[in-house]
Nanobody, 127 residues
């Protein structure tokens, strides 16, 4: 079973930067669709970035394009989300997600495309 451990959430001022990490255990890292989601209380979980670790293909939600960067480190079994130019609207609980796949797959921003979830890490951006 895939296990995910997120870290890196913090409180920052608008314009600041943060990097979230998600360490994977329990499955072959290079055979995972992975994603970053965020959720504000009372709203639906929103997919913001996703990557297929087999070849590094990735996609972003329009709201974070040019500001957020998703990446992977195969040696560390880890996925990252580098966030810059943070805005108060980015305030949310951020979740790492993963879906194992023995065959080549594609990234997706749909939560239904993932079966394993981390516990979440809070990002708060103040004006």
């Amino acid at each position: 079973q895939v296990q995910l451990r997120e870290s890196g959430g913090d409180s920052v001022q608008a314009g600041g930067s943060l990097e979230l990490s998600c360490v994977v255990s329990g499955y072959t890292f290079r055979r995972l669709r992975m994603g970053w989601f965020r959720q504000v209380s009372g709203k639906e979980r929103e997919g913001i970035a996703s990557i297929w670790t087999g070849n590094g293909n990735y996609i972003y939600h329009d709201s974070v394009k040019g500001r957020f960067t998703i990446s992977q480190d195969n040696a560390k079994n880890a996925m990252y989300l580098r966030m810059k130019d943070l805005k108060p609207g980015d305030t949310a609980m951020y979740y790492c997600a993963a879906e194992p796949s023995p065959v080549n797959s594609l990234p997706t921003l749909k939560s239904s495309g993932f079966s394993s979830w981390g516990q979440g890490t809070q990002v708060t951006v103040s004006a």
